[in-house]
């Protein structure tokens, strides 16, 4: 392996691990369920994916890479898609976002 690709593995996996970082933190800090979903979503497939390829730095041109640009496809699939489910759900159940008075949420149709 060369010294340019372990370079690269640590500067993805560090950027990843601040991304994860910076989304915990939104988790813990934001005010409502909207804006904490959101960050654990972006931070989520962002931070996992620099993650991912940092991985993939370190393993070179190997199985293993192929099997982690299948993690990786999956999870940017997966993810965005599931984070909108559960937005979507908690908005059907009636959860409004934070600071936004009654009158400005639409009824729901049914």
């Known amino acids: 392996m ?7 593995a640590g500067v993805f996996l560090a950027a990843g691990a601040i991304f994860v970082l910076i989304g915990s ?15 654990a979503g972006i931070t989520d497939t962002l931070g ?5 390829v940092g991985m993939m730095f370190l393993a070179g041109w190997t ?15 997966t993810s965005p898609t599931a984070t909108h489910a559960v937005a979507n759900a908690a908005y059907t159940v009636g959860l409004r976002p934070f600071g936004v008075p009654a009158e400005d949420v639409p009824e729901k149709d049914g």
């Open 2 to 8: 060369t010294v340019i690709a372990q370079i690269l």
């Open 63 to 77: 199985l293993v890479t192929v099997k982690l640009i299948f993690i990786l496809l999956l999870i940017l699939l």
């Open 48 to 52: 996992l994916s620099l993650l991912l």
């Open 25 to 39: 933190f939104g988790l813990w800090r934001l005010p409502d369920f909207y804006t904490r979903l959101h960050a």
